[in-house]
């Protein structure tokens, strides 16, 4: 049975990684997903494929960092679908830099889309929320990084542990309302079923990168880093009914990479 039948889902930040995986999977369970992204073709190819599986979707290109865009992009899914039952905050500026070395221009701009623009798209879609009397859910894609100091990535790790509280407070704005906002906490993901997707969108197959000096496969304690549908598998709970009073939580899909004792290396 679909889970989410009926539902309006807009996901932002559709590449072919985990937005594409988030999108792909509210859709799979019967949601009409609005992909949004400041890139064309990740909004636009990302809504051919789900449409190519059977699903329905639309591609919307909007800067989540600029209001007048935001306000715009959400004013064209009422027209086209009648309203929004499901936001998933995803779009992201990911890496960095150190304290030491971060230039005030590159901090300014991931603390604005990271931070800002799920601000800016939570505010105007629970607005519409609030307006239409939709019992809504809303989704803020964090990271392990939130939850921990990573070295050489000051601005990323400052915003998104920023969502582990912006997420409780606006919970607490909406839960009047009947709005519920949860976040979900993704960690280094496998990289093949975004490469996969990527192939599947008509793209050239990445080139395999180093894996740096992080053994994060060693070191995760369930051995397996998650891919984008195991977090699509949380998504699709808390975007439906299933999670109905779960509201001002974190729910880590992480393979238990935060409950971790820091000094134990798994298997040794
Ligand atoms: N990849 C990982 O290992 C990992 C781990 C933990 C958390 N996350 C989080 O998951 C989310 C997705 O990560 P990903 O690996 O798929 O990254 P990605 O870079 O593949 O996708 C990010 C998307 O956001 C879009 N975007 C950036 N700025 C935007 C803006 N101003 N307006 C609209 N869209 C914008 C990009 O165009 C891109 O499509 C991010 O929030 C990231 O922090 C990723």
């Not at 990684?17 to 909004?43: F, Q, R, S």
């Not at 636009?44 to 789900?50: E, K, L, P, V």
């Not at 960092?65 to 086209?80: F, I, L, S």
């Amino acid at each position: 049975m679909e889970r989410l039948t009926g539902k309006i889902a807009i996901v932002t930040g559709t590449s072919p990684n985990i937005g594409g995986g988030l999108a792909g999977g509210l859709a799979d369970e019967g949601a009409v997903v609005v992909c949004v992204d400041v890139v064309p073709d990740n909004a636009c190819q990302c809504a051919d494929w789900i449409v190519g599986r059977g699903g329905r979707a639309t591609g919307l290109v909007c800067d989540v960092t600029d209001e007048g865009a935001v306000q715009a992009m959400v004013a064209k899914v009422r027209e086209m679908h009648g309203g929004v039952d499901v936001l998933v905050n995803n779009a992201g500026i990911l890496g960095g830099q150190s304290v030491l070395e971060m230039p005030l221009e590159r901090w300014s701009r991931q603390i604005a889309v990271n931070l800002g623009g799920t601000f800016l798209c939570t505010k105007h879609v629970a607005r519409l929320m609030v307006e239409q009397q939709r019992r809504g859910s809303i989704i803020v894609i964090v990271s392990t990084a939130g939850h921990q100091g990573q070295p050489g990535n000051i601005a990323y790790c400052t915003s998104k542990s920023g969502l582990l509280n912006f997420t409780r407070a606006a919970a607490m704005d909406l839960a009047p309302h009947g709005i519920r906002v949860n976040s979900l906490t993704p960690t280094a993901t496998d990289a093949e079923e975004g490469v996969e997707r990527a192939v599947a969108w008509g793209r050239a197959r990445p080139e395999r990168r180093g894996g740096g000096l992080l053994d994060f496969r060693r070191m995760v304690p369930m051995g397996q880093l998650p891919s984008p549908r195991h977090y699509a598998s949380a998504a699709v709970f808390l975007a439906s009914d299933e999670s109905e009073l779960i509201t001002g939580t974190d729910l880590r899909v992480d393979a238990g990479a935060v409950a971790k004792y820091w000094p134990w290396i798994p298997g040794a």
